[in-house]
Each structure stands twice: as structure tokens, then as C-alpha cells.
């Protein structure tokens, strides 16, 4: 009885040491001469709309991020002048400081990524509502990965 009891508890710390990842998909599927829309999927089921700005050679605050698999860190610092956690896409070839967070239109990023609840034209609406429910829905979670592919 001590012998499986002791085997139960094994297994049940190595199971809360192991790292739970979150999986981000994007899928840019929209493409105009001021934005880029996507679809977001976290861990295969469809979160919400991004959008981007327009692919402009990758070049620093006027386009959006090329495709490919990048690590997302959780960031909160009194340094940025968004005051709640975001998320920050690391190595992201040629730029620094990539984030996702709050925001509705192609002026409000400077090659960010903006999560919204709904989209049209140039726009994600309930961009708030939206990313603070990813927040709450990655919390739980010790690494994020995003895929972006364009449709």
C-alpha cells in the first residue's frame, strides 16, 4: 500500500513540473493597403480576428511581422506605455519589440498585433473584451508558441 501510494505521488509531481504550452495559430487571411486580418486559434479551437499592419518588407513600425513560429513572452513593465501585461513575440527577424495587445485600428500598431471579437474592414471591434480573456485563458500556461501562415 506505501509502495503505490509513493508511486501515485511520483507521477503526480512530475506531472505538475512538466510545462503546459499554449499554441497560438494565426491565419492572415485579408489583405489590404492598410492592414492585414487574421483568425487566431488557441490550441486548435478559433479565439478571435487580428489585425496587422500591411506587408511592407518587414520594415520597422510600418509593416506587419513575416510568417513563421516565434516564442511569446508575457510582458509587464512601468517602462512601456501599455499599463496591463501583453504579450511580446520574440525574435522576430530585423525588429524588436513586437507585441500583442490592445487596439482596434491599423494606427494603433506599429507593427503589433491586435486582437479583437469582431471585424471588418481595417478594424477588430471588442479589442478590450477580447484580449483580456486571451490573458486570463494563457494564464495557466508556462510557454506560448505562434504560428503565422497567410492564407
Known sequence: MIR???R???KAKSVMIEKHKANLLLIRDNF???STIGKLYLNGEFYGHTLELAWNDNKKN???IPKGVYEIVKRHTEKSKYKYEHLHILDVPNRG???MHIGNYPKNSKGCILLGNTRSLNFVGESR???YNLMYDL???DKIELIIKNR
Open 97 to 99: 519589440y513586437i507585441l
Open 129 to 131: 473584451k477580447a484580449f
Open 139 to 141: 494564464g495557466s500556461f
Open 32 to 34: 489590404t493597403d492598410k
Open 4 to 6: 503505490t501510494l509513493k
Open 8 to 10: 501515485k505521488f511520483i
Open 62 to 64: 510600418i509593416s506587419c
